[in-house]
């Protein structure tokens, strides 16, 4: 695990207007080691999804470094699914390699696969509107990882979603992740969720944030996100990560 | 099916019969109380006309051989206008959502103009570009293109942003991030403004022929009132009517084809 895939160094953001500069982050730096599922959580506002639009090469406007290991191919999952309804399941899953003039039969042929894997099949010229919240989160998802990347960013990819599904989704989310081995940074607030899915933890401190504390998750019997909630440790990490936010 | 379903369903269907029934009996109401005083003398016909006598005139119009002539010039004309009004008002929408500082700028500018009434341009552009069909399709031009404009802008403004970060996180270009998100998220206001605008460029063709023209609806109607030919007069209105009805309809049926 401890094979690094990226380093962020000292990154510093401010956001300007005509009512004043606000500092969103100062002097963060962390690690992130190939094959993790990397949570960043914290209050809301404190500047978590400026974080992954600036590792994401959306935000260009920041001081700071950050290096991710050669090679290193990354994308990117939304909040909100953010599919295109006029396109059927597979043309939306097939975006990105189209953009990235990467279309071939070959990749296709890997999407059409990672469809039927995840129970998409049936679906494929199904147009997005005659699809569950969930089912449109697996194809967000499909999208994301069609270009093959190392690593994804996910910027609290349930929250738009009810609790049962989201129970359901966030474990979907984590088998697929982990069956193709990427590694993944998720933004989220969601404390309980932050647990059950991840290997590391990285709390953020209020604005103008920087990292606060990094909790290694170690369940007794990790298995799925929804069966490691039942872990006897859980509660003791939702408490240390409660009082962290809080303080 | 349930008792209540079937319930709903026998009352759902007998409101939208009734509305039909309502919307024809009205028609059929209006035309019959105007041709019945018109023929127990009530009302003068030489200033209502009649609706038996504009069937006629109509007729009369389609033997002389020149109302298919005067349709064609004012269908065509507002034609000319419209694929104009389309095709300039897409393209400056794009450049005004590609430049916000463009797009300021021009805002008071929009604005003013939309609420000039165009018809007070009329005579200068007959000096400008002189007593002819090319006035009356720039009139009609000006009359459409500046609401398409602004209805176009402000929709491709608000183009769900998720959807283009998602491109932009894939590394679209701007072209790409048109093609694939902005345009296609606006194909159904874009069918709108067309409606709106085909409706809008007969308005202005008409408005042309009433201040320069030697043929066309407006020319006819124009002529009726200048020889106090009312049966004229309310023939032009009423094959404006049907005219406006059926570019309508063609574009809703376009509509209907667009998957969106």
């Not at chain 2, 389309?86 to 500082?101: N, P």
Request: charged fraction near 20%; proline fraction near 2%; include cysteine.
């Amino acid at each position: 695990m401890k094979n690094k895939i990226l380093s962020v160094n000292n990154i510093f953001k401010s956001y300007n207007s005509k009512s004043g500069e606000v500092i969103a982050i100062d002097g963060l730096s962390f690690d992130v080691y190939k094959g993790e599922f990397l949570s960043i959580i914290g209050s809301s506002g404190c500047g978590k999804s400026t974080i992954l639009n600036i590792l994401s090469g959306l935000d260009n406007d920041y001081e700071g470094t950050y290096t991710f290991k050669d090679n290193v191919n990354h994308s990117y999952m939304l909040q909100e699914d953010a599919l295109f309804p006029w396109l059927s399941v597979l043309e939306n899953t097939l975006i990105g390699l189209k953009i990235q003039k990467k279309c071939t039969k070959e990749n296709i042929d890997y999407v059409k696969h990672l469809l039927a894997k995840y129970g998409l099949k049936d679906f494929m010229n199904t147009k997005i509107n005659n699809l569950s919240g969930g089912m449109k989160q697996r194809v967000a998802l499909i999208r994301t990882i069609a270009t093959k990347p190392d690593l994804i960013f996910l910027d609290e990819p349930f929250s738009a979603l009810d609790y049962q599904t989201r129970l359901k989704v966030s474990d979907d989310i984590y088998r697929i992740v982990k069956e193709e081995k990427i590694t993944v940074i998720m933004v989220t607030h969601n404390i309980s969720e932050a647990i059950s899915v991840s290997d590391r933890v990285l709390v953020l401190s209020k604005r103008p944030s920087k990292v606060k504390n990094i909790y290694e998750i170690n369940l007794s019997n990790k298995s799925t996100p929804i069966n490691n909630r039942k872990a006897p440790e859980f509660q003791e990490y939702y408490d240390k990560l409660w009082k962290d936010i809080d303080e | 099916m349930s008792k209540r379903q079937e319930l709903f369903l026998k009352k759902y269907r007998h409101k939208q019969v009734f509305i039909k029934f309502v919307q024809i009996f009205l028609a059929v109401f209006i035309l019959g109380v105007w041709e019945l005083l018109a023929r127990l003398g009530l009302i003068d016909t030489f200033i209502t006309s009649e609706p038996s006598k504009i069937f006629l005139t109509i007729i009369n119009l389609f033997k002389e051989g020149n109302l298919l002539e005067h349709i064609w010039v004012t269908l065509s004309e507002t034609l000319i206008a419209f694929f104009i009004t389309g095709i300039v008002s897409v393209f400056v929408s794009i450049l005004l959502y590609r430049s916000e500082t463009l797009s300021r700028i021009v805002d008071p500018y929009l604005t003013i103009l939309n609420s000039l009434p165009k018809v007070a341009l009329g005579p200068i552009l007959i000096i400008w570009i002189g007593a002819n069909k090319r006035s009356i399709i720039v009139m009609a031009i000006l009359i459409s293109i500046i609401v398409s404009i602004q209805s176009i802008s402000v929709g491709l403004k608000n183009t769900n942003k998720s959807r283009i970060k998602i491109l932009k996180t894939f590394g679209a270009n701007e072209w790409e991030i048109l093609r694939y998100a902005v345009i296609p998220s606006n194909y159904k206001l874009i069918v709108n403004a067309c409606k709106i605008n085909v409706g809008l460029c007969l308005i202005g063709i008409v408005m042309g022929e009433f201040l320069t023209s030697k043929a066309g609806i407006g020319y006819l109607i124009l002529y009726g009132s200048q020889v106090f030919n009312l049966d004229l007069v309310m023939s032009g209105i009423v094959i404006l009517l049907v005219m406006s009805i059926l570019l309508y309809s063609i574009i809703s049926s376009i509509e209907k084809h667009l998957d969106c």
